[in-house]
């Protein structure tokens, strides 16, 4: 994590779940499935290169890795209180729901992810 921080600058509180207890009892994914990565707007690398940063990265940070290759990804919104008004569990590896899409639900302006500088590769 604290590589992450550095390299992030994040630094709020972080929570994980590291047994995936809250993960599977959301209903996350836990199956390896590699979904068409060239429809994907996120994914800024094919699966060859996916692996290959991944194990670069595992050299230069040592300790340092991304975690389970299972896991699939989901997008929740959440509160206030214990409400969820958004739920998107992914299929597969490229099935992730569109970050401004996710911003437009909670009225939050859009990023446009060439020219903003908040926006970092890692």
Known sequence: ??????DTGYWAE???????????????KTTPDIGNLS???H?????????IKSAIRSTNFPGEWQGDTNQQGAAFIIGPDHDCHF????????DHYPIN??????????????????VITV
């Open 43 to 51: 994914a800024k690398s094919s699966a060859v290169m996916g692996i």
């Open 14 to 28: 972080f929570y994980t779940d590291t047994k995936m207890g809250l993960y599977k009892l959301m209903g996350c």
């Open 39 to 41: 429809s994907s707007k």
């Open 87 to 94: 739920r998107h569990i992914d299929a597969n590896s490229a």
């Open 101 to 118: 899409k996710l911003l437009d639900l909670v009225n939050i302006e859009n990023i446009c992810f060439m020219k903003d500088s908040g």
């Open 1 to 6: 994590m604290k590589q992450f921080r550095r």
